[in-house]
């Protein structure tokens, strides 16, 4: 079946709709049980050889996305030969799956309204849940910077990265990204355990966002000048400081996001009890204070919109070529 824009645009807004409610068979979460069957079977428990390591988590990851690709082409082939509306629900219902604009206003939200309330412990454990640095020591300073700081990367990850692949390869290809990302979330650690079985995941994620993670970063410009922020500085920012950043994809959001909110991202956070020092974003002109964290949920909808109005343009170009 063809995907048309017809199509994106009932997933884009049952997304926004509806979010990610825990009831609904949800086909990532099945990606992030099948990365972690994959690898009780493919981990070498008695070897510590870096190349054997390297080459179990090759093969990890190869397994992975032949079958999500295989699944997904199967399942959207079957549905439509039983139907026609049943195979448009399925095309729907994959690709829906795979955004998360409504969850990740929702999730960083709940952090949040636990500030609002005075209750840092709660505020520290729903951090816990969005990101991968240890909450557990973090003030309210430090917790309104995680909140901006994974809003602003996961408006890449999860939201502009998802509709670039499906924009041009369907809900196969946006099933495929969320595939990448989700091994290298579970398996991209520098630790002892997953420094090199992990290795390939790592990088291959760094290639699958590349192109969508500078998107992200103008479209963050676009969308500041659009709320009247300092588009001129969320441009500026993200050409200067993107490159600090060891991974070559996070910093142009966040970049991008503190020059527009006029605010200073990075610095230590810790990691499986190891501090890490991140390299500072933009300038500490203003606070970072809940009022910061809304206008990132307002530069967050509006960058989702200008990708998902991006999408449609080619699904509708590919159309007539």
Same mark, same amino acid.
């Given at each position: 079946?063809?995907?048309?824009?017809? /199509?994106?645009?009932?997933?884009?807004?049952?997304?926004? #709709?509806?979010?990610?409610?825990?009831?609904?068979? /949800? !086909?990532?979460?099945?990606?992030?049980? %099948?990365?972690?069957?994959?690898?009780?079977?493919?981990?070498?428990?008695?070897?510590?050889?870096?190349? %054997?390591?390297?080459?179990?988590?090759?093969?990890? =990851? &190869?397994?992975?996305?032949?079958?999500?690709?295989?699944?997904?082409?199967?399942?959207?082939?079957?549905?439509?030969?039983?139907?026609?509306?049943?195979?448009?629900?399925?095309?729907?219902? %994959?690709?829906?799956? &795979?955004?998360?604009?409504?969850?990740? /206003?929702?999730?960083?939200?709940?952090? &949040?309204?636990?500030?609002? #309330?005075?209750?840092?412990?709660?505020?520290? &454990?729903?951090?816990?849940?969005?990101?991968?640095?240890?909450?557990?020591?973090?003030?309210?300073?430090?917790?309104?910077?995680?909140?901006?700081?994974?809003?602003?990367?996961?408006?890449?990850?999860?939201?502009?990265? !998802?509709?670039?692949?499906?924009?041009?390869?369907? !809900?196969?290809?946006?099933?495929?990204?969320?595939?990448?990302?989700? $091994?290298?979330?579970?398996?991209?650690?520098?630790?002892?355990?997953?420094?090199?079985?992990?290795?390939?995941?790592?990088?291959?994620?760094?290639?699958?966002? =590349?192109?969508?993670?500078?998107?992200?970063?103008?479209?963050?410009?676009?969308?500041?000048?659009?709320?009247?922020?300092? =588009?001129?500085?969320?441009?500026?920012?993200?050409?200067?400081?993107?490159?600090? $950043?060891?991974? !070559?994809?996070?910093?142009?959001?966040?970049?991008?996001?503190?020059?527009?909110?006029?605010?200073?991202?990075?610095? @230590?956070?810790?990691?499986?009890?190891?501090?890490?020092?991140?390299? %500072?974003?933009?300038?500490?002109?203003?606070?970072?204070?809940?009022? @910061?964290?809304?206008?990132?949920?307002?530069? $967050?909808?509006?960058?989702?919109?200008?990708?998902?109005?991006?999408?449609?343009?080619?699904?509708?170009?590919?159309?007539?070529?």
């Amino acid at each position: 079946m063809v995907f048309l824009p017809w /199509h994106l645009l009932s997933a884009y807004l049952l997304d926004l #709709a509806a979010g990610d409610p825990q009831w609904l068979p /949800h !086909p990532v979460r099945w990606i992030g049980r %099948l990365v972690a069957w994959t690898e009780k079977s493919f981990y070498p428990e008695s070897s510590s050889s870096p190349l %054997l390591m390297r080459a179990s988590g090759f093969a990890l =990851w &190869t397994v992975v996305i032949a079958v999500v690709i295989c699944a997904a082409r199967v399942f959207i082939a079957l549905s439509g030969s039983i139907s026609a509306v049943f195979g448009d629900l399925v095309l729907i219902w %994959l690709a829906y799956s &795979t955004l998360a604009t409504r969850s990740l /206003h929702k999730e960083s939200s709940r952090v &949040t309204r636990a500030l609002e #309330a005075g209750d840092l412990p709660l505020a520290r &454990t729903r951090l816990s849940y969005i990101v991968s640095r240890e909450t557990s020591q973090l003030d309210r300073g430090a917790i309104l910077r995680a909140v901006v700081e994974t809003v602003s990367e996961n408006i890449s990850d999860a939201i502009v990265a !998802p509709l670039f692949y499906m924009a041009i390869f369907g !809900p196969v290809g946006a099933l495929a990204y969320k595939a990448i990302n989700t $091994m290298d979330s579970m398996l991209g650690y520098k630790n002892e355990r997953y420094r090199y079985f992990g290795s390939f995941a790592a990088r291959a994620d760094d290639v699958a966002n =590349w192109v969508p993670a500078r998107i992200s970063g103008w479209l963050m410009v676009g969308a500041s000048a659009l709320i009247g922020g300092n =588009w001129r500085a969320a441009a500026s920012v993200m050409m200067r400081d993107a490159p600090k $950043m060891a991974s !070559p994809n996070a910093g142009y959001p966040e970049a991008a996001a503190a020059g527009a909110l006029g605010i200073q991202l990075g610095g @230590t956070n810790y990691y499986f009890g190891q501090p890490v020092q991140k390299p %500072l974003l933009g300038d500490p002109i203003n606070n970072i204070t809940l009022e @910061t964290c809304t206008r990132m949920i307002r530069l $967050m909808y509006l960058s989702s919109g200008m990708a998902f109005l991006m999408g449609v343009c080619v699904l509708e170009i590919r159309r007539f070529v």
